[in-house]
């Protein structure tokens, strides 16, 4: 596998080249330029006009020295001392006195192709029970938010019992909690990445149709997973339109509503009935550059608009089951939530319930993931929520976050 480091595009010109950038005038050169140099002048002419004065006096010369002397000294405290400055400055930076810039980050991206991400660096794993502890961390992960706002929040009030657990590298944040919604135990896995390849899809046996099955922590741990969640469980039902590598797979759009992931990492959706054959299902691909897709469904939020269903074929969306659904904030930037029945709060949500409370994230894109007993969310190879019957189910497939960041840094 190939990794290779990227510089941050604000640092290139136009040409692409990170060593092209426009070098730009010194503070110091500056400083002589406005301030030093008329200052020099001034002093001189002063200089010279006290040596005018005493020009013609030679019986006086002792008193003419100390005079002088005098002279010397106040022109050596009003220009001597600020050129020492200047110059001692810019030798303190190296021949140049600069404003201070942030520095220039390394860009990460697992290379096309690879069936494992690199492995995460266990000491860039925390946890507390304390979320106020997470403000410093959310600090230091500023530069790979970008400016974005996190839906996690230090005043969350945890599950009782539960804690934060959160990791952070140069490629990758990520963030996982428990809170309590309508009596239900919602968990909630928040993640930023700086590269579209770190949101996979992985598939048991690693290649489509395999008959192996697995559980979620078995197959996150099998690929280096940050943050995973049960998929699709596309083996086990046959509908909405499969895509995998960038090649549509199998098509069965009549009824189901299918979630798209493209290259640049954002999540489409196309609506039961709108594409039913190969030939359009791989145009529309081709044309939006998905790399692959979820098919189950329903579709939660489109654009932060609520979408409402009062049926749909899959997926018991008025009964009361625990639930899975994967949810896009922002550029790079997502949630993968799961709704389940722990402690003392085992009220599990129909769709409709699950749907708002889904959109009260403020996401822009939201898709139901199988749920049931598969709904699960791993993060360093441990099961975070409880699911039915407190055991995994083996399932076909998952999606997962992985770092960027090269073996070993």
């Known amino acids: 596998m190939g990794y290779q480091p990227k510089y941050d595009r604000d640092a290139r010109k136009s040409n692409g080249s990170p060593l092209a950038a426009k070098k730009k005038p010194s503070l110091g050169f500056i400083l002589l330029g406005i301030v030093v140099v008329p200052l020099s002048v001034a002093v001189t002419c ?12 030679p019986k006086i010369a002792q008193p003419r020295q100390i005079s002088d002397m005098a002279i010397a000294e106040q022109f050596h405290a009003m220009v001597g001392d600020p050129l020492q400055a200047v110059l001692e400055g810019m030798t303190a930076s190296g021949g140049a006195v600069t404003p201070e810039e942030p520095p220039v980050r390394k860009v990460y991206w697992i290379e096309e192709g690879a069936q494992v991400a690199p492995e995460p660096d266990q000491s860039c794993y925390g946890q507390t029970t304390d979320p106020a502890e997470l403000e410093k961390v959310i600090e230091e992960a500023a530069y790979l938010l970008d400016g974005q706002e996190l839906y996690f929040s230090p005043d969350v009030e945890l599950f009782e019992g539960s804690a934060v657990n959160y990791y952070l590298d140069e490629s990758i944040f990520a963030v996982t909690w428990k809170e309590v919604r309508d009596d239900a135990v919602y968990t909630f896995s928040e993640v930023k990445i700086s590269h579209p390849s770190q949101f996979r899809r992985h598939l048991a046996g690693g290649e ?17 997973a940050v943050v995973a969640s049960s998929g699709d469980f596309y083996r086990f039902r046959k509908f909405g339109i499969m895509v995998y590598e960038g090649q549509v797979r199998r098509v069965n759009g009549t009824y189901a509503e299918t979630c798209y992931i493209d290259s640049n990492g954002d999540m489409h959706f196309t609506y039961a009935g709108e594409l039913v054959d190969g030939e359009s299902a791989q145009a529309y691909v081709d044309e ?6 979820l098919a189950f469904g329903p579709i939660l939020v489109d654009n932060y608009q609520l979408v409402e269903h009062e049926w749909y074929g899959v997926g018991e969306i008025l009964d009361e089951y625990a639930r899975a659904a994967l949810c896009q904030m922002d550029e790079l930037h997502y949630i993968v939530v799961t709704a389940n029945g722990e402690g003392t709060h085992y009220k599990v949500p129909d769709v409709a319930t699950f749907a708002e409370h889904i959109s009260a994230t403020g996401c822009k894109m939201a898709y139901c993931l199988d749920g049931g007993q598969t709904a699960a969310i791993v993060m360093n190879d441990q099961l975070i929520n409880r699911p039915v019957y407190g055991e995994q189910r083996k399932i076909s497939d998952i999606i997962y976050f992985a770092t960027a960041v090269p073996d070993g840094g």
Do not use: K, P
Not at 46 to 57: A, D, E, P
Not at 208 to 224: L, R
């Open 46 to 57: 002063w200089l010279m006009g006290q040596m005018l004065c005493n020009v013609g006096r």
């Open 208 to 224: 489509f149709g395999s008959e192996m099955q697995y559980h979620t922590t078995e197959m996150a741990q099998s690929v280096n």
């Open 288 to 293: 939006n550059d998905i790399q692959f897709s």
